[in-house]
């Protein structure tokens, strides 16, 4: 019955209530779904979009000017569902904000400006950067895409959904918005450039950074770590001298900034092909790795 023209294509939903108005009963919608699955019968009728595997980024940085990281977060306006959109590029060994504009609107041709103005402030000819992203509108947008290729830049991107795979930026925003100073509102545009040209002045001059072993982004992105580390050492050796029972583990010694920085650098052991956001040479270990969660 089920397989005649006129149910073959419908659901027990609709077939049950038809059979009922007709006087017969071959049994409940339950029960015809039970059939239809024992008959391996039962799918998805409709077209469905395959989601493609996206390899996990890898990107290691070890000196300034290698790879930047940038996103895009709202701040909150004068009124209910008033925002403005704060652009922010900061260098990924130096935690150095490179560049930062703020916005009325979101949109692909705000980013493009916010990607040349900032290459061309701090780039030189021939210097190769990578770019890392998230996958949002702006950043995938078919111009933003041909501005890498314009400007000599390298495209990075996010898995989609995967917020671990910028925590640069990510905690870049977190440190903005939950610092002291931070206002609940922006009564204009102008207010928030002005707060956010103070704080970011902070932040990269005098902000002692926890993951940099405590010095400022300047000092790493411009190369004073080994002077600072050096005047640092020479304070902390005449403390020692005059009163070595102060250290009970010893001679205290500062520490400069980490030689690496990177991100999923725990993953650098898996063979990918090309290196940065390329897709996995094994199809046995991509599906391994997407049922692990690694691939999304």
Known sequence: M????????????EIVPKLLDRGLYFGSIRTIYRIL???????????????GKHAAPILEATGP????????????GEYHGKW?????????????IV????TETESARNAQHFIRETVNKHLKKGDKVTLHSDRGAPMTANRTQELHGLLGLLQSLSRPRTSNDNPFSEAQFRTIKYHGSFPGFFENKEMAISHLEQFLTWY??????????????????????????QSRQ????????????????????????????????????????????GEFQSEGISDALHSAGILH
């Open 2 to 13: 089920l397989h005649e023209v006129e149910f073959v294509d419908l659901t027990p939903w």
């Open 37 to 51: 699955s024992e008959n391996g019968e039962i799918k998805e009728r409709r077209l469905q979009s395959k989601r």
């Open 65 to 76: 000017k290698q790879i930047w990281t940038w996103d895009i977060t709202r701040l909150k």
């Open 84 to 96: 403005y959109n704060l652009y922010l590029m900061l260098d990924l060994f130096s935690r150095y």
């Open 99 to 102: 560049g930062w504009m703020v």
């Open 204 to 229: 990269n001059n005098d902000h002692m950074h926890t993951g940099l072993n405590l010095h400022t982004p300047a000092s790493v992105h411009f190369g004073q770590v080994g002077e600072i580390v």
């Open 234 to 277: 020479h304070v902390l050796d005449e403390a020692y001298a005059m009163n070595p029972t102060r250290f009970p583990n010893g001679r205290p010694v500062v520490k400069s900034n980490p030689e690496v920085a990177g991100i999923n650098l725990h993953l650098k052991s898996l063979p990918v092909e090309n290196g940065l956001g």
